[in-house]
């Protein structure tokens, strides 16, 4: 039996603020880019936050598929999609 080691990666983070660090990939552009970079790096999966046209973190259905298809059209990379809040989330809701 021989061993595998998967590489995951998260590039994109979920507490970080574009505005604070220019370079975190937030658009479709960049997270390909990015994508395609990790892939040359031997990652194996790539988990993503996405963040709508603002930089703002969103589960917008248009977004995330927008963001899989063009990962998935770039890189064999396995995508794993962030359904989780954040920890500035309120732990109630209205």
């Not at 998260?10 to 880019?33: C, N, R, W």
């Not at 988990?47 to 963001?67: E, V």
């Amino acid at each position: 039996m021989s061993a595998s080691t998967m590489i995951t990666v998260a590039p994109t983070g979920a507490e970080t603020a574009k505005s604070d660090f220019p370079q975190l990939p937030t658009t479709l552009q960049e997270i390909v880019e990015t994508a395609i970079s990790c892939q040359a790096a031997c990652a194996t999966l790539i988990h993503l936050h996405i963040r709508d046209a603002n930089h703002q973190p969103t589960l917008d259905h248009g977004y995330l598929k927008a963001a899989v298809d063009a990962v998935r059209e770039s890189t064999d990379l396995i995508v794993q999609l962030s359904t989780g809040g954040s920890v500035h989330d309120p732990l109630k809701t209205d």
